[in-house]
């Protein structure tokens, strides 16, 4: 019993000192949430953490505000001038994920983000996914916190101008 012990006791310390590590990272985008008064478009909310893929060591960065609530305030703010009575949009399935390219020169990170979207007007309908992919060189000593909130502000308006056109082409 001894023997079985200290085999796994000398295991679990091989596994501590090697193999890749699982980093998070908290993030603070509040500053992207800003407020505005357009109760009729709503964006699912859900806890979402954004993984970091590309890179050797495991990265998660856990925005607050989360995501959803993030892209529901830019939309919010963008949408609001397209109003037009009995207008309804509703929004879900928000999906966010970061890569890194080390290969390509400079390296870059890319956000991947996208939303589908249920534009209601007056009985009359259409759904839609929207999904952007904003780049940028990657951050420099790795800060991958504010690489996110400069790309998923980005992403939130790109995905707003695209929706707003929709809402614009709605028949009203």
């Known amino acids: 019993m ?14 501590a000192c090697g193999g890749s590590q699982d980093t998070r990272v908290p993030v603070a985008l509040g500053s992207l949430v800003t ?8 964006v699912e909310q859900d806890q979402q953490d954004v993984e970091v893929r590309g890179l050797e060591d495991s990265l998660t960065l856990k925005p607050t505000p989360p995501v959803s609530e993030v892209l529901q305030a830019r939309l919010r703010h963008a949408l609001e001038p ?4 009995d207008l309804v949009v509703h929004c879900e399935q928000v999906f966010a994920e970061m890569r890194v390219d080390t290969e390509a020169t400079p390296a870059n990170v890319t956000l991947e983000l996208g939303t589908h979207c ?3 007007a007056r009985g009359l ?4 996914t929207y999904h952007v992919s904003p780049s940028m060189p ?3 000593r790795g800060d991958y916190a504010k690489a996110l909130a400069a790309l998923l502000a ?12 929709d809402v614009g082409s709605t028949p009203h």
């Open 2 to 15: 001894k023997k079985f012990a200290w085999i796994a006791g000398g295991a679990l310390l091989l596994a």
């Open 82 to 85: 397209a109003y037009f009575t």
């Open 125 to 128: 309908g259409s759904d839609k």
């Open 118 to 120: 249920a534009i209601n």
């Open 154 to 165: 980005t992403g939130a308006d790109d995905i707003a101008r695209q929706l707003r056109a």
């Open 138 to 140: 990657a951050p420099a």
């Open 35 to 42: 407020p505005a008064s357009a109760p009729w478009l709503q």
